[in-house]
């Protein structure tokens, strides 16, 4: 990954122990005269590499010792992405190379995920036009256009691609989808890596501008609507206990004022009852 640090390995296939003052290793871009990093039993492995690769190639002495005469690379970047070959020569005076080997290094950065827009918002128009934007990613994507209502890929045809590389040496992708109007139309942009064996995908909805423009519709399940309708109804349901409280309260004192006046009215008949049994 681009920013990353890699190991190429180089290792002499048999165990075995060598004496540094005999070898002689170099590295190199395969097919070409640029030397990556090398080291000289004379002790001059300075000063003759590439300045690409100036202080972010080393040899570890240790580990040469034992056989391994692997590269270590930092801060890989896209340039990097090279055949790398590897040549170990012992006693250099006779003929005869210890190893040789060629080692490829591919070299991958994650796209952004793709952001997509439209430039058509009035009814009239007879086309939409979408926009596609993903940056900072390698090697060079695929883009595809995708019909998300069956999920088939729009023709090529239908898009037009820029694809170049940035100040990073990263590449930047902006496609272009132009397509007939149609009500509902929902479409999504795949950038692909294939050699990271990814796809970011992103769509846009365009929606029909007939029917219900400029309404809107609240849902009646919203805990916000809910909480309101709670708070308005209290005041109705304290007035609502407020009256039945009253008419209660008044029909009770009816009802003793009825009582008190029965009560006095039998006082007065018994003792004319009681007169009358008498005479």
Same mark, same amino acid.
């Given at each position: ?97 210890? @190893?040789?080997?060629?080692?490829? %290094?591919?070299? !991958? #950065?994650?796209?952004? +995920?793709? *952001? ?114 709670? @708070?308005?109804?209290?005041?109705? %349901?304290?007035? !609502? #206990?407020?009256?039945? +409280?009253? *008419? ?32």
């Amino acid at each position: 990954m681009v920013g990353s640090d890699v190991e190429l390995s180089c290792v002499f296939p048999h165990r075995s122990h060598f004496d540094l003052n005999e070898l002689y290793v170099y590295w190199q871009i395969s097919g070409s005269d640029t030397v990556v990093t090398y080291y000289l039993s004379d002790n001059k492995s300075e000063g003759h590499e590439d300045p690409r690769y100036k202080d972010r190639a080393h040899l570890l002495l240790d580990r040469m010792k034992q056989g391994d005469f692997s590269l270590h690379l930092q801060n890989v970047t896209p340039q990097d992405a090279q055949q790398f070959k590897c040549l170990v020569i012992k006693e250099p005076w006779k003929p005869g190379k210890l @190893l040789e080997k060629v080692v490829r %290094l591919n070299v !991958a #950065a994650n796209f952004s +995920v793709p *952001v997509v827009s439209t430039s058509s918002n009035t009814s009239q128009d007879q086309e939409l036009t979408f926009t596609c934007m993903s940056t900072d990613g390698y090697p060079r994507p695929n883009v595809y256009w995708i019909n998300r209502t069956d999920n088939s890929l729009l023709h090529e045809a239908l898009q037009n691609n820029t694809v170049f590389l940035n100040q990073r040496g990263l590449y930047d992708v902006v496609s272009i989808l132009t397509i007939p109007r149609t009500p509902h139309v929902d479409v999504g942009c795949c950038i692909e890596n294939v050699l990271l064996h990814q796809n970011l995908t992103s769509s846009s909805q365009a929606e029909s501008f007939t029917g219900n423009k400029g309404r809107f519709t609240k849902s009646p399940d919203s805990p916000r609507e809910e909480e309101n309708a709670a @708070l308005y109804s209290l005041p109705s %349901l304290l007035s !609502a #206990a407020a009256v039945i +409280v009253a *008419v209660a309260v008044a029909w009770g004192c009816r009802s003793r004022r009825r009582a008190r006046r029965g009560y006095k009215g039998a006082q007065a008949a018994v003792p004319e009852r009681e007169l009358t049994d008498h005479a």
